[in-house]
């Protein structure tokens, strides 16, 4: 409940307020299995009132919470309430548990509404910490949201409100919570047995009650059905088309194929749909271990150079998946194109683990395993042409659905009512040449003679000139509507070399960023040519 956060004397009417008054149903649950002198740890604890109703019944707690002014309000209330003693507050992450206590065993672990704030694969790197956290026979409780079981009135109800949470958390913290998900595989894979289950406001909150086993299953293994065969190349398209505009990500975690063996090579990859995709069809004939970290959604590329790839992804993976209870040996490969965002040293100093770069394409992923080494071809990116139409493919459709297409359906209004105004039909027409100029662009982009991509655009905008100013003669346009053309192509030009730039693994980020100020001034001086044009075509009647 992130944006409930930011008011902590208004948190719990908040909760109250969100389960329907059910949450302290849910507390009473909880307290039943509290006893005196009980230790607990109580995780995202939010205003302290769980912590203080425990220790009000004589246990010892300790409180976490990634919010510090929600610690010093609980500090504060603990206070208040007389049972200051009895409770510890840490503002901390609650899936460091094990640095935040390496020795120390505890009776009970609570949490309510606090796994919505985590995504899938932490949730098992928390599961898995308390298993090792708690006593012999210790439990947890967990309560949290979930959607309703039985499609019906109360699963859309349930959709609505959740929406509307979802869209105001974001708005106003940049940030959202989940519904929880199969939370209960999580924790059985993680070693405990469930004792109780219960369900409140119409099924939309969930208390449940584990008992640590004595002993943890092997690690869960997912099925990676979902990224091949039929269903597998139908989300591949869908990538290529909602490149941009949304992401197509697969469950994060441990894949397996062949018979991998405890000397068997350990991958680590993004979980983006596609690059799954292509590397479980590289490596669908070798015995190894593949572990899918959480990028939320994004390719390895992107994800690498937008924070999503990093130290903390990979050790989170390796972590929760348990790929150390499988191999005896501690290396990963990784892919080549993360080493933007990944640090071999910091690897091995944060969890012992040692790493290297694999190929840049998965493909040659089976010969490396085999040799162990990397020829010159395995290093080098390509970016062929199959790619730089793919890329073009992403582009246009992105550009056509959140920009073009309304400039056409503007064009096309425009055009029926105002058939004289040469504007509207520039306006109609570009939708369709969107699609041409880019996949033109794919087609001619290695003729460019610069690694710049801001220059290419130049070039490529100055034959985009020429060419639309042909359109514009082609159809018996006035010298107005020519020139009106000719920006419209030189424009396109400059921001499509730019707009490559952001897709292509070959630009430099460090060149692009010198580079947008320029587009930036290039595309604004565009516009006041184009205007003035218009302007001046509406005045003579053109």
């Known amino acids: 409940m992130k944006v409930l956060e930011e008011t902590p004397d208004e948190y719990e009417s908040g909760i109250v307020k969100i389960t329907s008054g059910m949450i302290k149903e849910v507390y009473e649950r909880i307290l039943d299995f509290i006893e005196e002198g009980h230790e607990i740890i109580d995780l995202g604890c939010g205003p302290g009132t769980l912590a203080i109703l425990c220790a009000k019944k004589g246990a010892q707690v300790v409180a976490i919470d990634a919010s510090e002014e929600m610690i010093m309000f609980a500090t504060e209330k603990s206070q208040k309430e007389g049972v200051s003693d009895n409770i510890t507050f840490i503002h901390g992450d609650i899936t460091q548990l ?7 065993k505890f009776d009970f672990i609570v949490s309510t509404l606090a796994l919505s704030e985590l995504r899938h694969l932490e949730q098992q790197l928390v599961f898995n910490q308390c298993w090792d956290l708690l006593k012999e026979e210790g439990k947890i409780a967990f309560a949290d949201e979930v959607i309703p079981s039985n499609w019906g009135m109360k699963r859309l109800i349930y959709s609505i409100k959740r929406k509307f949470y979802s869209i105001t958390t974001y708005w106003k913290t940049k940030k959202t919570t989940h519904d929880v998900k199969r939370f209960q595989q999580r924790l059985e894979s993680s070693g405990f047995e469930s004792l109780q289950t219960h369900q409140f406001a119409s099924d939309t909150l969930e ?25 597998g190349r139908i989300r591949n398209i869908f990538c290529i088309l909602r490149s941009g505009s949304s992401l197509i990500p697969i469950e994060a975690g441990l894949y397996t194929y062949g018979n991998p063996t405890n000397q068997s090579p350990v991958l680590i990859t993004a979980n983006y749909q596609r690059t799954v995709s292509i590397v479980s069809e590289a490596i669908k004939n070798q015995d190894v271990y ?17 924070d999503k790839f990093g130290l903390k992804e990979v050790t989170e993976v390796i972590k929760a998946t348990r790929i150390e209870e499988l191999v005896q040996h501690k290396k990963v490969i990784l892919p080549q194109l993360a080493a933007g965002g990944i640090n071999h040293r910091e690897l091995k100093t944060t969890i012992g683990w040692s790493s290297k770069f694999g190929p840049i394409y998965a493909k040659y992923i089976p010969q490396y395993l085999k040799t162990g080494k990397k020829t010159e071809k395995q290093r080098t990116i390509t970016f062929d042409l199959r790619e730089r139409l793919e890329m073009a493919v992403q582009q246009s459709y992105f550009l056509s659905k959140f920009f073009f297409f309304w400039v056409f359906i503007l064009g096309l209004v425009g055009w029926y009512v105002f058939p004289t105004i040469s504007v509207f039909t520039i306006f109609f027409l570009s939708l369709p040449l969107v699609w041409v100029v ?22 490529f905008g100055g034959l985009l000139l020429v060419l639309f100013a042909g359109i514009g003669l082609g159809l018996e346009g006035t010298i107005i509507e020519i020139c009106q053309w000719a ?5 396109m030009g400059i921001f499509l070399g730019m707009d490559y730039s952001g897709a292509s693994p070959i630009s430099k980020p460090t060149e692009i960023d010198k580079e947008y100020p320029t587009m930036i ?14 302007t001046i075509g509406l005045l003579i009647g053109g």
């Open 98 to 104: 094990e640095a935040l206590f390496p020795q120390k």
């Open 207 to 231: 208390l449940n009650i584990y008992q640590r086993m004595m002993t943890k299953p092997p690690p869960p293994v997912l099925s990676d059905h979902i990224v091949r065969g039929i269903k």
């Open 290 to 306: 593949l572990l899918v970290a959480d990028s939320l959604g994004e390719n390895v590329w992107c994800a690498a150079r937008g």
């Open 438 to 459: 880019y996949i033109l662009f794919a087609i001619l982009f290695p003729l460019f003679p610069t690694e710049s991509f801001l220059k290419r655009g130049v070039q």
């Open 487 to 491: 920006v419209l192509g030189y424009a």
């Open 521 to 534: 001034i290039l595309l604004g001086g565009c516009l006041i040519v184009f205007l003035i044009l218009v």
